[in-house]
């Protein structure tokens, strides 16, 4: 019966002693043990974007406008146009027609006196000319270059390493040295 409780206790020690030396093997590979390799080289790898960029252009253009302006005795004509053509419709009609004809002659000559200065080129126009500054935004495009990342090669104990990293490590690169025993 000893043997049989001596069997069952070098059992249970053996598969303590197998689950620590896992254990200390699983723990060794959270302490990693960091070095320095030499950086070979350090290749950008480099990509090409159209850029749009909003550029603004002035310019001064001139611009034409006309006034025109009435001729001095101009009132005058118009109310003489108006008194003949008053004097005119008073001929026509009679009693409360005879009023209403002579303001409709009186309106309709001193239109038509208004108007003939029109007609014969007598209302002056000047032309004007002014600088307008006009604005507009237009798209330039342009090609930049944009890297994206590093191609590096290392060398750690002899041996060349390759990998490719975000940033250009410079002239060493700290690297992770993880030594466990291989499984088979």
Known sequence: MNSKRLTASIAALAMLLG???EAAASNSHHRAQYDYAKVVSARP????VTVKEPVRECWHETQYYTTHHRPPGNAGRTLLGAAIGGVIGHQFGSGRGNDAATIAGALIGGAVANESGYANGQYGRTQHSRPVRRCETRYRRTKQE???????????????????M?????????IRVD???ARY
């Open 166 to 174: 975000p940033y250009d490590p410079g002239n060493r690169l700290k």
């Open 146 to 164: 944009r890297i994206d990342g590093y191609d590096v090669i290392y060398r750690y104990r002899g041996q060349k390493y390759q990998t490719r």
């Open 19 to 21: 689950l620590s030396v």
């Open 179 to 181: 030594v466990r025993p």
């Open 45 to 48: 790898i480099i990509r090409y």
